[in-house]
């Protein structure tokens, strides 16, 4: 049976976050790579010039840690983030924790459609 919260090659849009106001016309995309329960990858868009992530995923439980830089400022942001993924309007939705030197946050991402 396949896993059907396999990570491996989607994209994820940024939906809403309480650290910011998020551009719907540009908004920031995760896309992911997963492996063995090892999830990896790249984001950028809105307010971030470049980020990356790795971690793991277990079931439909993703914990990751993360570093991006700001686009406005060139400031290096680190943090860790826990994520509950879950079926939403025939894909995948990610509700997000995260931490950084700011305090916690939640953003809410979805994912988009195959290019």
Do not use: K, N
Not at 36 to 52: A, Q
Request: proline share 3%.
């Amino acid at each position: 049976m396949s896993d059907s919260f396999d990570l491996d090659g989607r994209r994820f849009g940024m939906v809403s976050s309480t650290s910011s106001t998020v551009d719907p016309d540009s908004p920031t995309v995760f896309d992911y790579h997963e492996r063995d329960g090892m999830v990896w990858g790249e984001y950028e868009g809105d307010t971030v010039r470049i980020g990356r992530f790795v971690g793991s995923r277990e079931g439909e439980r993703l914990s990751v840690r993360f570093t991006h830089v700001v686009d406005a400022t060139g400031e290096v942001v680190g943090g860790a983030a826990e994520s509950r993924i879950e079926r939403h309007d025939g894909g995948l939705r990610l509700v997000e924790t995260f931490h950084t030197a700011d305090g916690e946050q939640v953003s809410v991402c979805a994912e988009l459609p195959a290019q």
